[in-house]
Nanobody
């Protein structure tokens, strides 16, 4: 059974940085894409960034482009989100998603990021 676990969230001041990690275990098939989303209570889950397993090509939402960087370590079934110049609007629960072609999507339980002075 595939399990996805995020870590690295916390409290940071505006302008600060955090690095989120996401590890998937129990993978039988190679994923096609991994992605980060975030959600604020009462709002819909929002796409943040994604990265292709094979090519490493990354895509970002306009709200984080230039500040966040997604990366991966295929050998460790891990994906990361480096977040710089954080703003209060970045406060949310951050979720990691793994997509297995022809199978399903797997989500973690999320990690809280709070940007506040």
């Amino acid at each position: 059974q595939v399990q996805v676990v995020e870590s690295g969230g916390g409290l940071v001041q505006p302008g600060g940085s955090l690095r989120l990690s996401c590890v998937a275990s129990g993978l039988i098939y190679r994923p096609s894409v991994m992605a980060w989303y975030r959600q604020v209570p009462g709002e819909e889950r929002e796409f943040v960034a994604s990265i292709l397993w094979n090519t490493g090509v990354a895509t970002y939402s306009d709200s984080v482009k230039g500040r966040f960087t997604i990366s991966k370590d295929n050998a460790k079934n891990s994906v990361f989100l480096e977040m710089n110049n954080l703003k209060p609007d970045d406060t949310a629960v951050y979720y990691c998603k793994w997509v297995i072609p022809g199978s399903s999507e797997y989500w973690g339980r999320g990690t809280q990021v709070t940007v506040s002075s």
